[in-house]
């Protein structure tokens, strides 16, 4: 059984397989199968793994450390917080929440803002990330996002959200050569016997990157 997560801050691999197995177990008793509970938080039932691949977004020097996004990275980035807003807009007017719309409508105004290409051409990278950090700060008010969240700032955020199109960039190549996205996928499939059967839990990035990793 292979666990494969999305983005994120940097993980510990082990905090992070027992956190995972733990809700499996969890979802299994709650769905009537108590008695697998201790077979997967013990591993029993299967050879359990945590893919852990945050590290390599992470690594000292590389492109998006520090919070510094190169100015390629914003196009993807901007629409990506553009969709959010979008779905985050049409939950809350179907819910009928008045306040939370007021709030993304605010949000989605400076996401605006900083995809006009005006904003670059005048002001700079640093005038786009500024008002990308301050609509990410306004949706962080959102009930759901500010209890959920582990940033103070939209600012933090940033960065996170670039991993998206950082592995799809198919860039940033090592030493011998290989983009991000191909170190990603390698560590994924490290360890994995082929002829054994597989199940596979994603989330996020972390399905992207496991229905690419399987499909090689």
């Given at each position: 059984?292979?666990?494969?997560?999305?983005?994120?801050?940097?993980?510990?691999?082990?905090?992070?397989?027992?956190?995972?197995?733990?809700?499996?177990?969890?979802?299994?008793?709650?769905?009537?199968?108590?008695?697998?509970?201790?077979?997967?938080?013990?591993?029993?039932?299967?050879?359990?793994?945590?893919?852990?691949?945050?590290?390599?977004?992470?690594?000292?020097?590389?492109?998006?450390?520090?919070?510094?996004?190169?100015?390629?990275?914003?196009?993807?980035?901007?629409?990506?917080?553009?969709?959010?807003?979008q779905e985050l807009?049409?939950?809350?007017?179907?819910?009928?929440?008045?306040?939370?719309?007021?709030?993304?409508?605010?949000?989605?105004?400076?996401i605006r803002a900083?995809?006009?290409?005006?904003?670059?051409?005048?002001?700079?990278?640093?005038?786009?990330?500024?008002?990308?950090?301050?609509?990410?700060?306004?949706?962080?008010?959102?009930?759901?996002?500010?209890?959920?969240?582990?940033?103070?700032?939209?600012?933090?955020?940033?960065?996170?959200?670039?991993?998206?199109?950082?592995?799809?960039?198919?860039?940033?190549p090592d030493g011998?050569?290989?983009?991000?996205?191909?170190?990603?996928?390698?560590?994924?499939?490290?360890?994995?016997?082929?002829?054994?059967?597989?199940?596979?839990?994603?989330?996020?990035?972390?399905?992207?990157?496991?229905?690419?990793?399987?499909?090689?």
């Amino acid at each position: 059984m292979l666990f494969i997560h999305g983005i994120g801050s940097a993980r510990t691999t082990d905090v992070e397989l027992r956190e995972w197995s733990t809700s499996l177990a969890n979802g299994a008793r709650a769905a009537g199968h108590a008695d697998l509970v201790s077979g997967l938080t013990k591993s029993w039932a299967a050879e359990t793994r945590f893919a852990n691949y945050s590290d390599l977004f992470y690594t000292a020097g590389a492109q998006g450390a520090g919070g510094d996004l190169a100015e390629e990275d914003w196009p993807l980035l901007l629409s990506l917080l553009d969709e959010m807003a979008q779905e985050l807009e049409h939950q809350a007017e179907l819910a009928g929440d008045l306040r939370s719309t007021r709030v993304i409508t605010s949000a989605r105004a400076q996401i605006r803002a900083a995809i006009d290409p005006d904003t670059a051409q005048a002001q700079g990278v640093f005038a786009v990330a500024r008002r990308a950090g301050n609509a990410l700060t306004t949706l962080l008010q959102l009930p759901g996002l500010r209890q959920a969240a582990q940033w103070a700032s939209g600012v933090q955020l940033l960065p996170v959200l670039s991993q998206v199109g950082r592995y799809l960039a198919r860039k940033e190549p090592d030493g011998t050569g290989l983009g991000l996205d191909a170190r990603i996928r390698e560590r994924v499939l490290s360890g994995l016997d082929p002829s054994r059967p597989l199940i596979v839990v994603s989330h996020s990035l972390g399905t992207v990157v496991a229905y690419e990793a399987l499909h090689s």
